[in-house]
């Protein structure tokens, strides 16, 4: 199955831009990208995905590698309920089951 | 729209118990996920119900068991409850089975404390 690989942790100034990588060089070509965050004692919350091309939303923006073995979610100005555990995962579709690795845990500076 | 509900939100049971625990998912999602995560394996897959079907289960021993309802909610149990079965368990609503083009949304958890 397709894996990820994440940093453990990053730290970012609050009111600066973040760029959170992920690596993902054994993705098949119809895998989307999918990101969720996890803040302390809650649920996994959904970011953002895509597929091939540069997706924005209210909360990121997903930029994929053009051979999509890489993305990097940016998160344009971090604030402090930003910090958080940040999941890059590859969910399938089918009988496969999906898994969340270690992420990466960002702490904001204020 | 109301958010992915679950029921009870804490809980402490003693070993060899058993345990149940539901999910409300988001009106008109069917599709219903479950998790457990610890600090030492992360955020482990269960199972995934789809229109009152089982679609995927993970690596999980038999004692863990699950099913949906018509109106789309779950109900997950745990019998013979161990000491390591002590986690959050969430739960994850997502519009169709295709968690690849479609987000899920996750429930709070329910937090099982087993001495």
């Known amino acids: 199955d397709a894996k990820t690989t994440q940093p453990n942790s990053m730290e970012s100034n609050e009111e600066e831009p973040v760029h959170l990588p992920c690596n993902h060089s054994?993705?098949?070509?119809?895998?989307?990208i999918h990101w969720y965050r996890q803040l302390p004692s809650q649920g996994p919350e959904y970011v953002i995905h895509?597929?091939?091309s540069n997706v924005n939303n209210r909360m990121a923006s997903l930029a994929i590698a053009e051979d999509r073995k890489s993305s990097t979610l940016i998160l344009h100005r971090a604030t402090l309920r930003d910090a958080a555990v940040y999941y890059c995962?590859?969910?399938?579709?089918?009988?496969?089951?999906?898994?969340f690795g270690t992420g990466t845990r960002l702490t904001i500076i204020p | 729209k109301a958010g992915v509900t679950q029921t009870p939100r804490y809980l402490i049971k003693t070993r060899g118990q058993q345990v149940t625990l539901s999910c409300s998912p988001i009106s008109g999602h069917r599709s219903v996920s479950w998790y457990q995560q610890t600090p030492g394996q992360g955020l482990q897959f269960l199972f995934e119900?789809?229109?009152?079907?089982?679609?995927n289960k993970g690596n999980f021993p038999g004692r863990f068991s699950g099913r949906q309802f018509s109106n789309s909610r779950s109900e997950m149990n745990v019998s013979t409850l161990e000491l390591g079965d002590s986690a959050l368990y969430l739960c994850a609503s997502s519009h169709l089975f295709d968690r690849n083009r479609y987000e899920q949304y996750f429930g709070p958890g329910t937090r099982l404390t087993v001495t």
């Open positions: 895509g597929l091939t």
């Open positions: 995962i590859l969910p399938y579709f089918g009988n496969e089951k999906l898994t």
């Open positions: 119900y789809f229109s009152e079907t089982q679609r």
């Open positions: 054994t993705i098949s070509g119809t895998d989307y």
